[in-house]
């Protein structure tokens, strides 16, 4: 059997058009999967990034909360003591 160059030459280049598609393709699915790996990534970063701040706000606020409560206590506690000890002084009399 005799082959021509021009059968070569078609042979060849069907060969290598067939090569860099695949090599395409490959570098399409190496981008893509990449791309969604970094921008998964980014939303749980993100996400746990605001969980994070949202946990350090309620704690926070819950200890705020918790020393407003432990001064109006402390302030009650005074003004009965105060109460307690001048009608005791004006019931003494």
Same mark, same amino acid.
């Given at each position: 059997?005799? /082959? %021509?160059? %021009? !059968?070569? =030459? *078609?042979?060849?280049?069907? =060969? $290598?058009?067939?090569?860099?598609?695949?090599?395409l393709v490959v570098?399409?699915?190496? &981008?893509?999967?990449?791309?969604?790996?970094?921008?998964?990534?980014?939303?749980?970063? &993100?996400?746990?990034? /605001?969980?994070?701040?949202?946990? *350090?706000?309620?704690?926070? /606020?819950?200890? !705020?909360?918790?020393?407003?409560?432990?001064?109006? @206590? /402390?302030?009650?506690?005074? $003004?009965?003591? @105060? @109460?307690?000890?001048?009608?005791? %002084?004006?019931? !003494?009399?």
């Amino acid at each position: 059997m005799v /082959v %021509s160059n %021009s !059968e070569v =030459v *078609v042979v060849v280049v069907v =060969v $290598v058009v067939l090569v860099l598609v695949l090599v395409l393709v490959v570098v399409l699915v190496v &981008v893509v999967v990449l791309v969604v790996v970094v921008v998964l990534g980014v939303v749980i970063t &993100v996400v746990v990034v /605001v969980a994070v701040q949202v946990v *350090v706000m309620v704690v926070i /606020v819950a200890v !705020e909360v918790a020393v407003l409560i432990v001064i109006v @206590v /402390v302030v009650v506690v005074v $003004v009965v003591v @105060v @109460v307690v000890v001048i009608y005791n %002084s004006d019931t !003494e009399k």
